[in-house]
Nanobody, 121 residues
Framework: QVQLVESGGGLVQAGGSLRLSCAASGRTFSRRAMGWFRQAPGKEREFVGTIDWSGGNTFYADSVKGRFIISRDNAKITGYLQMNSLKPEDTGVYYC??????????????WGQGTQVTVSS
C-alpha cells in the first residue's frame, strides 16, 4: 500500500513559481514511478509529467515542458513538482500518483487527495 499527500498549492500571480510536494508512506514508493496530473474546473484530468522509480527519467506534457520540473527523493519518500513561469491556464487541482511510468491515469495505482493551484492574471 502507498499513501500520498500533496502540499504546497496556493494562489500565485502569473509568471510566479510554486513547488508542490508529494509525501508518501509505504515501502514500495521507491520502486514505483510518480506521476503528476491536474484537473481544471469543468475539464477532464490531464497528464502533467512523470518520473521513473530511480529519478533518472522524466517525461512532460508539451504544455508544461521547459517550465515544470519533477524530481524525487527516495530517501525521504517524497516527490516534487517545481512549477515556474506559471500561467492562468495552469490553474487546477494537482494530483500526484504512484504506479507505472505512463502518461495515462490508468497506469497509476495510488493517488493523493489533490492540492489547489490558482494562477491569477
Amino acid at each position: 500500500q502507498v499513501q500520498l499527500v500533496e502540499s504546497g498549492g496556493g494562489l500565485v500571480q502569473a509568471g510566479g513559481s510554486l513547488r508542490l510536494s508529494c509525501a508518501a508512506s509505504g515501502r514500495t514508493f521507491s520502486r514505483r514511478a510518480m506521476g503528476w496530473f491536474r484537473q481544471a474546473p469543468g475539464k477532464e484530468r490531464e497528464f502533467v509529467g512523470t518520473i521513473d522509480w530511480s529519478g533518472g527519467n522524466t517525461f512532460y506534457a508539451d504544455s508544461v515542458k521547459g517550465r515544470f520540473i519533477i524530481s524525487r527523493d527516495n530517501a525521504k519518500i517524497t516527490g516534487y513538482l517545481q512549477m515556474n513561469s506559471l500561467k492562468p491556464e495552469d490553474t487546477g487541482v494537482y494530483y500526484c500518483a504512484a504506479g507505472y511510468y505512463r502518461t495515462t491515469s490508468n497506469g497509476y495505482d495510488y493517488w493523493g487527495q489533490g492540492t489547489q493551484v490558482t494562477v491569477s492574471s
